[in-house]
């Protein structure tokens, strides 16, 4: 018996210390953060220069006509440019998407909008979208979403549903934007929510009205300042 008891003493492997499991454990750690710090550093440009493209990109469909555009950024409560190339740049700038707005030309050089960018929570998480504002009709002229989880087959009709689109050619500011129920729409300040979607489609509405309570009075500001005139743009629509 005392045989086998010394057998199994001199086999037996000896239990790691606790420092030796920290240390494991923290170098693990270590190296998978800066993994994953890496992949970060490293991706990040490619993500935001492929959000940039998918903003230019959407500028120039919610603006028809338009064939270049400035940045223009809230300073002193103020419209000022911030584009670096000036007008026809067609960059976007590296400023807060939040206090930008973007102002379209067509290729006489005629301003005919501006493209407003604006978010709000939807029924799945927050719907990031764009459209575009003539100021001299004060009317909607065209809508894009740039973002959006909402469920598949139903709130992502916000953008995958062509009826849905049609809201936005020419929809009136004023007096306030109103979400109907689709069929009811009397008014051209209303827009006939989806079917099954009434959350998203009045997330929607509620990101227009938000838009034009921040951006109205500061773009009438800037065209009389600059005494700039926007391109007539109904017949384009008519």
């Given amino acids: 018996m005392s045989e086998v008891t010394e057998h199994n003493e001199v086999t037996q492997a000896p239990e790691p210390s606790s420092f030796r499991l920290i240390f494991s454990l923290g170098t693990s750690g270590f190296f998978a953060g800066l993994l994953l710090v890496s992949t970060f550093i490293y991706t990040l440009p490619l993500i935001e220069a492929n959000k940039a493209e998918a903003l230019q990109r959407a500028i120039f469909k919610v603006l028809p006509g338009c064939e270049t555009f400035i940045t223009l950024e809230i300073v002193d409560n103020k419209l000022i440019e911030v584009s670096e190339s000036g007008p026809g740049s067609g960059e976007t700038s590296k400023g807060s998407e939040s206090s930008q707005v973007f102002a379209g030309y067509d290729n006489s050089g005629s301003l005919i909008g501006f493209a407003i960018p604006g978010s709000e929570p939807g029924f799945q998480d927050i719907i990031g979208a764009i459209y575009g504002y003539d100021a001299a009709g004060e009317v909607i002229i065209g809508f894009e979403v740039l973002e959006s989880k909402e469920t598949p087959g139903l709130g992502d009709k916000i953008f995958k549903d062509p009826d849905?689109?049609?809201?936005?050619?020419?929809?009136?500011?004023?007096?306030?934007i109103l979400a109907v129920k689709k069929g009811k729409k009397k008014n051209a300040n209303e827009v006939e929510a989806i079917t099954g979607a009434t959350i998203s489609s009045?997330?929607?509405v509620r990101l227009l009205n938000n838009g034009m309570d921040e951006w109205k009075e500061l773009i009438t500001a800037y065209l009389q300042e600059n005494?700039?005139?926007i391109a007539d743009q109904k017949q384009a629509h008519d």
Wanted: charged share 20%.
């Fill in 227 to 229: 005494n700039v005139a």
């Fill in 202 to 204: 009045r997330a929607i």
């Fill in 164 to 176: 849905f689109q049609t809201n936005f050619t020419r929809l009136s500011v004023e007096p306030e």
